[in-house]
């Protein structure tokens, strides 16, 4: 199985800031690599998928770069909004896994 | 709408069966893949089982494998989990989730999730 390791598992930036979160496959998943949002409370929501392609209505403050074994995850101005947990998850080959998710939280 | 929506879940006790369904609406349910992914209290997300659009193609995490069986009514638009011999590590919110791309040969591109039904294992 691919494992995926996210980082770090929480943060705490001001609002307006530049946000940077990291996933590392333990082998080449191409770009098949996706980021999703879960607030408290509710479901998650695919934000990126294919390493960088944004869903349909996300913002574009929300972006995603990477391909092989490295990724990126970045919210270029933080806003309240955000505050959530984002999760990365390969589904180059089965089972599909998440990283261990990164905690969000504004200063 | 777009939606799916969850039931089945509950209280159940070690060794039993549950059965969750997945109503879905709003989007031809026959063209898309769907999953079941469970979270456990404070813990993150866990893929569960998949099943392709035409039923071709199904899967399981290693840890429900044999246990559990996902399937799908296209007539009902309607997904399944049948859930057995039911551990205290089943215990979790499980989302019903749709893929994004239809008649797509990989799992997932997880694009549409329920709100989830709660399924708690507990003597």
């Known amino acids: 199985d691919i494992q995926m390791t996210q980082s770090p598992s929480s943060l705490s930036a001001s609002v307006g800031d530049r946000v940077t979160i990291t996933c590392q496959a333990n082998?080449?998943?191409?770009?098949?690599l996706n980021w999703y949002q879960q607030k408290p409370g509710k479901a998650p929501k695919l934000l990126i998928y294919?390493?960088?392609n944004l869903e349909t209505g996300v913002p574009s403050r929300f972006s995603g770069s990477g391909s092989g074994t490295d990724f990126t995850f970045t919210i270029s101005s933080l806003q309240p909004e955000d505050i959530a947990t984002y999760y990365c998850?390969?589904?180059?080959?089965?089972?599909?896994?998440f990283g261990g998710g990164t905690r969000v939280e504004i200063e | 709408e777009v939606q799916l929506v969850e039931s089945g879940g509950g209280l159940a006790q070690p060794g039993t069966s549950l059965r969750l369904s997945c109503a879905a609406s709003?989007?031809?349910?026959?063209?898309?893949?769907m999953h079941w992914v469970r979270q456990a209290p404070g813990k993150g997300l866990e893929w569960v089982a998949g099943?392709?659009?035409?039923?071709?193609?199904?899967d399981y995490a290693d840890s429900v494998k044999g246990r559990f069986t996902i399937s799908r009514d296209h007539a009902k638009k309607s997904l399944y989990l049948q859930m057995n011999s039911l551990r205290t590590e089943d215990t979790a919110l499980y989302y019903c989730v749709k893929d994004k791309i239809p008649f797509f040969a990989y799992f997932g591109i997880f694009a549409l999730w329920g709100q989830g039904t709660q399924v708690t294992v507990s003597s």
């Open positions: 998850q390969q589904y180059d080959n089965l089972p599909p896994r």
């Open positions: 082998q080449d998943i191409s770009n098949y």
């Open positions: 294919d390493a960088s």
């Open positions: 709003g989007f031809t349910f026959d063209d898309y893949a």
């Open positions: 099943i392709s659009w035409n039923s071709d193609s199904i």
